[in-house]
């Protein structure tokens, strides 16, 4: 897997997007594991701890501006 610098700033945002939410997947599936969780309720918690991912965080970081309608 090769790495792409990205340049706007919605491709940047995207990427801490990315990376937010495979961090907080696996580091969620792997305690789970470790907890003694089966292979399926390893996999709730990752799909949990992705949604739980704070996006306005993200987007404060990304420097994106959030326009409210």
């Given at each position: 897997?090769?790495?792409?610098?990205?340049?706007?700033?919605t491709?940047?945002?995207?990427e801490?997007?990315?990376?937010?939410?495979?961090?907080?997947?696996?580091?969620?599936?792997?305690?789970?594991?470790?907890?003694?969780?089966?292979?399926?309720?390893?996999?709730?918690?990752?799909?949990?701890?992705?949604?739980?991912?704070?996006?306005?965080?993200?987007?404060?970081?990304?420097?994106?501006?959030?326009?409210?309608?």
């Amino acid at each position: 897997m090769r790495a792409e610098q990205t340049t706007t700033p919605t491709e940047k945002l995207a990427e801490a997007i990315r990376q937010a939410c495979l961090e907080a997947a696996l580091t969620a599936y792997e305690t789970a594991r470790a907890d003694g969780l089966c292979h399926e309720g390893a996999w709730e918690c990752a799909i949990d701890a992705m949604r739980a991912v704070k996006l306005e965080e993200l987007i404060k970081q990304a420097g994106a501006g959030v326009s409210d309608r």
